[in-house]
């Protein structure tokens, strides 16, 4: 990933935030005939040090776990992100050198995979998954709420999938490179825009401001 030092997010804290809120994450690997992208849900896991892990699952009919043991592997978690409107740059009424660009903020997380196939195991990956992504909910849906002869035929369609992570890196592009007025600028044209993932990314370039 190209990677200017301004828009480089180093903290641990600010990158396992966004893998959380995120967790729908692109899965990259390498196989014999190239290239592959998964999507999956993965859960972050801070344990063991120093980066600790990433946990999902694959239906089982998906090639990609029969090629990707032990091996390197990319998983891409993509936060907010923003078209930007030269207009909202209070330089383009000084000037008129402005141009539009995109904004963006994402984690990307490096180590090899491990295959997890024992029962008990698959069934703690789905249960930690479901409760995470159930939890606040008026009435959560748990995994014993199924029938049992039900879930284990489902369990046994599915394989886990453990990266062991080996790097952490984060992209925060959020208008680093422009002058503080064109910053508030763009987070009043964002904020104008109304939609969730505008507000998402005006709250993140508002941090940068002085």
Known sequence: MYLPAQFE??????LQALMREHPFATLVT???DGIVANHIPMEYDPEPAPFGRLVGHVARANPVWR???????????QGPQAYIS??????????????????YAVVHVRGPLRIIEEPQQLRA???KLTNHHEAGRPQPWQVTDAP????EPMLKAIVGIEMSITKIVGKWKVSQNRSADDRVGV?????????SNARAM????KETLP
């Open 148 to 151: 049992p002869d039900y879930i």
């Open 125 to 127: 990956i789905v249960e």
């Open 202 to 205: 005006a709250g993140l370039i």
């Open 86 to 103: 030269p207009a909202w740059y209070p330089s383009k009424q000084e000037h008129g050198k402005v141009v539009p660009t995109w904004n």
């Open 9 to 14: 997010e180093t903290r641990s804290e600010v």
């Open 187 to 195: 987070i009043s044209g964002l904020t104008a825009q109304g939609d």
């Open 67 to 77: 090629e990707v043991a032990e091996h390197e592997a990319l998983a891409i978690f």
């Open 30 to 32: 390498a196989s014999a």
